[in-house]
């Protein structure tokens, strides 16, 4: 691995956000929004329901900000795809002596940088506003937030082999591909409220069992270990299917001349 | 006659008129029998060429030709259906990342991210190409090409022929053996494009530098190449020095003989000077 490279790539995406205020705003705007929204409403929702709903607003606020975790990582990784492509850069650098899996790594990074700003102001925004704290999930935030963080990386590798296959037009996949599961990851409502057919489906996702992990201990029970043991073994076999459609959509572009279409994009 | 002698012979005429550089014989690039197809459309067809250091080796033709899809292979985008491309004596794609280290590209038709400033671009490529000194290369090459002034400049806001330039900074950041150079003046006006172009030969001249070039100027090709290669439906149709080309077809430059077979749609491929025959001949 060469490191020197990976770091080039991060710095990239530093000096672009450092660069442009509005790609900084863009990172938090949506996610408040969302949490705005979806607060008050629980909040309404708390004062009609007289009390009947008492854990109502932390599962949802809760769920945002975890959702929030699994779309940043997704986007981290396929946006700095598409920063290049927007550039017309891409070829620039597949014929640049970088590695695939440096590029990927280099992606990740950006994903993690992303996510720790616009977590962090989530956080902090869900206390003051609504008396949350997304850190009374304890210890379990931290398996819970890697499980996301492996899983969006996955859905961004997904993401960016399908807009390598298919080329610019592709693009809005980038931020398709985590809405075309969202609702069936049980992400605001338990599992048992799909039909049967659809548990089975949301039972392969591993923030499905994130979210029901999540809504279990904000409930006020342990850490539920078969939960976080299923989004573990399902997100190894995630990313290595990712990993996998990832170099063989690469291989396809080489083969077939894709690669040209990003010239003039 | 020897075989030393022989090679030495075939070599380009650089070699021979350099004074600053080690004559090497072995060439940096060796591209055989090199096919490739899209679908039923055969874009590249058993091309067979070598470049040597401090050679500058043009590819010519029409649109379509095969000339981007010829240097796309050598860069590694596009995967050959056969035939074989060494560089520096390591097999592409095998030895992919240790042959990038040595090559650089530029091309009108690519850009650096127009949202950073001229001397981040440059800062994350010498990054990537793992440039040592890297404020100290950076300043050089902006001196180099006259740009100093726009180091702190965005890149979008340049004009064409200064995105140009910043484009040529990028290439030269490794101090490549081999540069690759797609219709590098295609956006320039004829002063900068006078400048490009000498400073091409300039670093061709001090470090021995390897060009393959393409370009529809073919007054500009005349100007900086050695060697042309004239390929037409993926093939070679035509190869030797500028003046032998055109003169061989009976033509008064190349723009003449580029003319003529644009227009005269399916053309044989004409016998010409290869390495071969200059081999045979000496």
Redesign the interface.
Same mark, same amino acid.
């Given at each position: 691995m060469?490191y020197?490279?990976v770091?080039?790539?991060v710095?990239?995406y530093v000096?672009?956000y450092t660069?442009?205020k509005i790609r900084l705003v863009e990172l938090i705007f949506w996610p408040i929004v969302d949490l705005m929204v979806w607060g008050y409403l629980t909040v309404y929702l708390q004062q009609q329901g007289t009390g009947g709903l008492p854990r109502f607003i932390t599962f949802l606020i809760g769920a945002m900000i975890l959702w929030d975790v699994l779309f940043r990582a997704q986007q981290g990784v396929a946006l700095s795809f598409l920063?290049?492509v927007w550039?017309?850069?891409v070829?620039?650098?597949?014929?640049?002596?970088?590695?695939t899996v440096e590029y990927v790594v280099a992606t990740y990074l950006v994903g993690c940088l992303r996510i720790a700003l616009t977590f962090s102001v989530l956080s902090l925004l869900a206390l003051t506003m609504y008396e949350f704290s997304i850190f009374s999930l304890g210890i379990a935030l931290a398996p819970f937030f890697a499980n996301l963080l492996l899983f969006g990386w996955a859905l961004g590798m997904i993401s960016t082999a399908l807009i390598v296959r298919w080329g610019p037009a592709a693009e809005s996949l980038a931020w398709a591909v985590p809405f075309i599961i969202q609702p069936f990851a049980a992400v605001f409502y338990p599992v048992d409220v799909l039909p049967p057919l659809l548990q089975v489906l949301a039972r392969w996702l591993p923030c499905t069992h994130i979210f029901e992990g999540m809504r279990s201990v904000l409930a006020g029970h342990p850490m539920p270990l078969d939960n976080l043991l299923w989004a573990i073994g399902l997100n190894a076999s995630w990313l290595a299917i990712a990993g996998w459609t990832f170099v063989h959509m690469l291989?396809v572009a080489?083969?077939?001349?894709f690669?040209?279409k990003f010239?003039?994009a | 006659m020897s075989v030393s002698s022989i090679i030495v012979s075939c070599a380009p005429r650089t070699l021979q008129k350099l004074p600053n550089i080690t004559v090497m014989n072995d060439p940096v690039l060796e591209v055989r029998s090199l096919t490739?197809r899209?679908g039923s459309f055969i874009?590249v067809d058993s091309l067979n060429f070598e470049l040597y250091p401090g050679e500058i080796l043009g590819l010519l033709g029409v649109n379509g030709a095969g000339k *981007?899809?010829a240097m =796309?292979m050598v @860069?590694?985008?596009?995967?050959p259906d056969s035939g074989s491309i060494r560089a520096f004596g390591m097999d592409m794609p095998a030895r992919?990342?240790?042959i990038?280290?040595r090559?650089?590209?530029c091309?009108a038709? *690519?850009?650096?991210? =127009?949202?950073? @400033?001229v001397w981040?671009n440059l800062?994350?490529?010498?990054?990537?190409?793992?440039v040592r000194n890297k404020k100290q290369r950076i300043s050089e090459l902006l001196e180099m090409f006259e740009i100093t002034s726009l180091k702190n400049m965005l890149t979008g806001h340049l004009s064409s022929g200064e995105t140009a330039r910043v484009n040529f900074c990028?290439a030269l950041l490794n101090q490549p053996d081999v540069l690759l150079m797609d219709e590098p003046t295609a956006s320039l006006d004829p002063d900068i494009a006078d400048k490009v172009r000498r400073i091409i030969r300039q670093v061709q001249q001090e470090r021995g530098m390897a060009v393959l070039y393409t370009s529809h100027n073919m007054r500009d090709v005349e100007a900086v190449c050695d060697r042309v290669i004239f390929m037409h439906k993926g093939r070679i149709l035509y190869q030797g020095t500028p003046t032998e080309v055109a003169e061989r077809n009976s033509e008064r430059s190349l723009e003449q003989l580029f003319i003529r077979v644009a227009r005269s749609g399916d053309v044989e491929c004409i016998p010409s000077v290869t390495d071969k025959d200059k081999k045979e001949t000496s």
């Open positions: 060469n020197e490279a770091l080039a790539l710095r990239r000096f672009l660069r442009s920063e290049d550039t017309r850069n070829i620039n650098v597949f014929v640049a002596p970088v590695r291989k080489r083969l077939r001349g690669l040209n010239v003039v | 490739k899209f874009a *981007t899809t =796309s @860069l590694g985008l596009i995967t992919r990342t240790q990038l280290r090559i650089n590209f091309s038709y *690519t850009a650096l991210p =127009s949202n950073l @400033l981040q800062d994350v490529f010498a990054g990537l190409y793992g990028k």
